[in-house]
């Protein structure tokens, strides 16, 4: 699975707005929209797929550990 993460625009709207604030009260520094897009887009693109797949094997485990206990019930 290769898709690109797609956002609505309230999403990405919301998601700007977050950036902005942290830059502002963690920063000391105002970033305007463009800069707050720009790296919404890099995280979206380069960093996103690094966590998605983090929380794919960390379900992985789960379900495997469960099926064991399952099996472990069998007669």
Known sequence: MNEKLTLTKEQRDEMTARIK???EQNMDDAIGDLKAMMLLDF???????KFYNLGVEDSHTYLAAKLDDLFEIQK
């Open 21 to 23: 604030t942290y830059f």
């Open 43 to 49: 995280i979206t693109t380069e960093l996103a797929p």
